[in-house]
């Protein structure tokens, strides 16, 4: 998948990728090479797009991951890691189009299809963070997408 961030295509994704059962997003924006198929012109164009997408993503990302990278965390701070994980495995296994038609192909390879799933995940029943904590604050704009830019 591309990840990009034009208003366009953020409304998109966070229209696609909104978990009914949960009624929140799972924040991240992303395009697959179907739902931009024939919206660019040509596939001249579509490359060249997909090209410029991935050329801005390490400047725009490294330097967050640098910054970051050693920072200590708390043992609260990877639960909720863990249970935003779960989130994700929900909306792979339930809404994600790519691992559904690949675990409706006959004699599909399960361990492939299922890769992209973190190794750890937690999930809590009806779990809500701490009113005014950051981990709360998320899950406001998740529930709630606000325009940026």
Not at 125 to 137: A, I
Request: proline fraction near 5%.
């Amino acid at each position: 998948m591309l990840f990009i961030s034009t208003r366009r295509s953020r409304k998109h994704a966070t229209t696609m990728i909104k978990t009914t059962i949960l009624d929140s997003r799972n924040g991240a924006t992303t395009i697959s090479p179907t739902n931009i198929e024939g919206k660019l012109g040509d596939q001249e164009n579509t490359f060249a797009f997909a090209q410029s997408c991935l050329k801005a993503f390490l400047p725009s990302y490294l330097p967050i991951i640098n910054k970051r990278k050693d920072m200590p965390y708390t043992e609260k701070e990877k639960e909720w890691q863990q249970i935003r994980r779960g989130r994700y495995v929900e909306f792979n296994l339930v809404h994600d189009r790519g691992t559904a038609f690949g675990l409706n192909t006959p004699s599909a390879r399960v361990e492939s299809i299922l890769m992209s799933l973190p190794l750890t995940a937690s999930w809590r029943y009806m779990y809500e963070p701490e009113k005014g904590s950051r981990e709360q604050r998320l899950v406001d704009v998740l529930r709630e997408p606000k325009e940026w830019v």
